[in-house]
């Protein structure tokens, strides 16, 4: 399974991105698709999760703000993300698990930065 990152970029504090996430390959073994964000000297932080069956989770830190969604194929996951503060400032992560194992594998990452 490759993934193709997308939408990342500054934005001013208050303002909204959206992240895409394009997965390509062999996607039926796919389980769940997530987001997760990372900085510098941190643990990676999941954000959101939505799995094959379309059920959804949001890390408590932006329940309310982010929203996770998928396409009607499931190929592709984006992350909403509305009222944007300067602690939202990582690169964001886009994954995917198999049904076969509870790890994720992560793409390259995106950098969103949001300005106070």
């Known amino acids: 399974v490759q993934l193709v990152e997308s939408g990342g970029g500054l934005v001013q504090a208050g303002g909204s991105l959206r992240l895409s996430c394009t997965a390509s390959?062999?996607?039926?073994?796919?389980?769940?698709m997530a987001w997760a964000r990372q900085v510098p000297r941190k643990q990676r932080q999941l954000v959101a999760q939505v799995t094959s069956g379309g059920s959804k989770s949001h890390g408590d830190s932006v329940k309310g703000r982010f929203t996770i969604s998928r396409d009607s194929a499931g190929n592709t996951v984006y992350l909403q993300m509305n009222s944007l503060k300067p602690e939202d400032t990582a690169v964001y992560y886009c994954g995917f698990q198999r049904y076969s194992t509870p790890n994720y594998y992560w793409g390259h990452g995106i950098q969103v930065t949001v300005s106070s």
């Open positions: 390959g062999s996607t039926g073994s796919i389980a769940a």
